[in-house]
Each structure stands twice: as structure tokens, then as C-alpha cells.
């Protein structure tokens, strides 16, 4: 058996207090902080056992004051780095110290889904009381359910990744004027993170900028959907 991956919670308080937090994680929260000495052993063990990526969770991991040293010390080591973020802290200084990494096998991934308290965990639970025999879930979330105690140990496998795609969209229903869907996609793409009036909405999403809709990710699911023959219905 291959390890493909070792997924680390690096602590458990947040700058954010989401209602569907599964690691019931908030500014008061208990850090419960992973040591940097812990931290060190676990990546030198990941390493010797060739495990190529390490994946840091929390909490918000970039509450740790320490957090590029701890991402050096693994890429240094040779591994690829994904580390869930709400991104808020990713400005100013700490932006700047990371300047460095720009190239490095680092991924930042921000998750903008309000879903683990809806469908991903009704799947989970269809899981786990038998009702379904394979559900699809983003792969932060099948750890977080792990991790809470929804899914007993070794209770589940993974059967398959797809590949990256856009988690969020904005979607227009048929009922919308098309002249109306272009001009709000036009004042969507039109805000500025440079303005002060706008950039607490951004801050709240987690982003930036928008962008125009990419939607070729979802060809897998398109193609399954038409392969068992299920019709969706849109109600007006
Ligand atoms: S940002 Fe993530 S870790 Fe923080 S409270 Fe929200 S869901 Fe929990």
C-alpha cells in the first residue's frame, strides 16, 4: 500500500467562528497547538516512509506565528505542501516573509463551501448508515468527518480523486434575462480588492477577485449524471 498523503491538524483556534466549523473551531477555542518538535518528528517520519505530501489543517493554521518555518522545514525535506486556509491572515507581513515560497510545491487552499453542515454530510451520513454505497465529497471534508467521529476507523475507502475545479460558482437559474445574469457578472468582475468599501465582502468570501465561470472540472459528474440516465429538475 502506497501513503499518498499525511494530513496534520496544526491547531484549533480560528480568526473565524463558522456556524459549521467541524473542528467547532473560534477566536476563544483551545489551540491544542501541534509543537513545533512534534511537528518536525512527523514530517521526518513522513519523509523516511516516502510519503510525498503533507496536508495542515486546523483551525486556522496561519494563527501559528511560526507557520513558514514549519512549511520550509517540509519542502526543504522535499514534500508538497497544501495548507487549508480561510486566507484572511495572508496580507501585510506575513504575506511578504512567504514571498520566498512563490515557486515552491505549496498549495494554499481556500475553501469557500458552506456545505459541510448540508449535502456533503447528508452523504456522509447515508454512508455510514448504509443507506448509500459511495458518496462524492470534497477531500477536506472526508477528513473532517474522520477526524469528529462520523466515520468509524477503517469503516472507509477511497476509491477515486478528480481532478481540480471551480468549487463555487454563481448560478444563474433559466429564469433569469440574460441581459440581467451579464450585468451582474459585469459589477462581480468589475469590484476592486483595492477598494476599502468593497473589501470586507471579499474578505468575508475569502478572495480577491471573482472570475468568469470555469466549469469544465464538473465534466466528470456531467458525464455520470447522463450515464444513469437521472433527469434534474430546476423548479422556476
Ligand atoms: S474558517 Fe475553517 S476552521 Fe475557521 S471556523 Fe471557519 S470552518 Fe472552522
Known sequence: MTLERVWLYTNFDCNLQCTYCLSSSHPKALRRELTFGDYRSL?????????????????????????????DYALQRGLRVTVLTNGLLLSGSRLTAMAHLNKAP????????????????????????????AACM????????????????????????VGPYDHCNMTAGPSIAPEQADAFAARLLAMSYDDPELRPLFDLEGLTKWVAPRTHGYQPLSLAVAALGVSLAIEA
Open 138 to 161: 470534497h477531500e477536506g471534508n472526508y477528513r473532517a468527518f474522520i477526524g469528529e467521529g462520523l466515520f468509524p476507523p477503517m469503516s472507509t475507502e477511497v476509491v477515486a480523486y
Open 106 to 133: 505549496l498549495t494554499l487552499q481556500v475553501s469557500l463551501d458552506g456545505d459541510r453542515v448540508g449535502g456533503e454530510r447528508q452523504a456522509a451520513e447515508a454512508l455510514v448508515t448504509g443507506v448509500a454505497d
Open 43 to 71: 514530517v521526518d517520519e513522513a519523509q523516511a516512509l516516502g510519503i510525498p505530501e503533507l496536508c495542515l489543517t486546523g483551525g486556522e493554521p496561519f494563527l501559528l506565528q511560526d507557520m513558514e518555518q514549519r512549511l
